[in-house]
């Protein structure tokens, strides 16, 4: 059964700030990885979706990598503003769970002004 | 625009009810999703569709039942079977089905249900 784990739980970190969050999943043959932003009492928006043939995809301030072999992939948030504080979650679809997604619990960022 | 809508924003159930929650989408997708979010963590699957007519049980479908009679329309309805029924949840909507080569999945508003 896959499972997917995203550390640390919440990061605080001052504006301007360059950052990464983590996301790893357990079993290597997914088909690809998603990452989504939520706002508190709002539905999931997606950021990026990377397939398993990519090692990243790049979307404005944000960048997210995979590494399959390692069972890891990253968002890299530069230049971080206080608009980016909200919960980032990320999901991983293979063909172990029937090609179903498998969600983390996300990471809370606070970017403080 | 098109997009996901999820009808009510927020529901109040009593006891004993069963409750239908509504999810409709114009993105003239085939899979359509249910899951449910607990504070503090990540989303778990009650129910998905890959096409009309068609449904699949998730990972905690207990008390939870659906239907997809038309492509644009998939709701869940809460028995009183289910035994903790408070959360929030979530529809989603991709072309095929998620975690499939390349397949995005895209997300309503969400519905809050709490039982009074």
């Known amino acids: 059964k896959q499972e997917v784990t995203q550390i640390p739980a919440a990061l605080s970190v001052p504006e301007g700030e360059n950052l990464v969050l983590n996301c790893s999943f357990t079993?290597?043959?997914?088909?690809?990885l998603q990452w989504f932003r939520q706002d508190p009492g709002k539905g999931l928006t997606s950021l990026l979706l990377?397939?398993?043939?990519?090692r990243e995809q790049t979307s404005g301030r944000l960048n997210a990598s995979l590494d399959k072999s390692s069972g890891r992939s990253t968002l890299y948030i530069a230049a971080s503003q206080p608009g980016d504080s909200a919960t980032y979650l990320c999901a991983v679809g293979g063909n172990t769970n029937a090609g179903k997604s498998t969600f983390g619990d996300g990471t809370t960022l606070t970017v403080k002004p | 625009d098109g997009g996901i809508t999820q009808s009510p924003k927020y529901l109040f159930r009593k006891e004993g009810q069963n409750v239908t929650l509504s999810c409709e989408q114009n993105l003239n997708h085939d899979a359509m999703y249910w899951y449910r979010q607990d504070p503090g963590q990540g989303l778990r699957l009650i129910y998905y569709s890959q096409i009309v007519n068609d449904f699949q049980k998730g990972d905690i479908a207990e008390g939870y039942s659906v239907s997809r009679e038309k492509k644009e329309s998939f709701p869940l309805t809460v028995t009183s079977a289910q035994k903790n029924p408070t959360a929030f949840y979530l529809c989603?909507?991709?072309?095929?089905?998620?975690?499939?080569?390349?397949?995005?999945?895209?997300f309503g508003p969400g519905t809050r249900l709490t039982v009074l």
């Open positions: 989603a909507s991709s072309i095929r089905l998620a975690g499939g080569p390349g397949n995005e999945q895209f």
């Open positions: 990377i397939q398993s043939s990519q």
């Open positions: 079993d290597s043959a997914i088909y690809n």
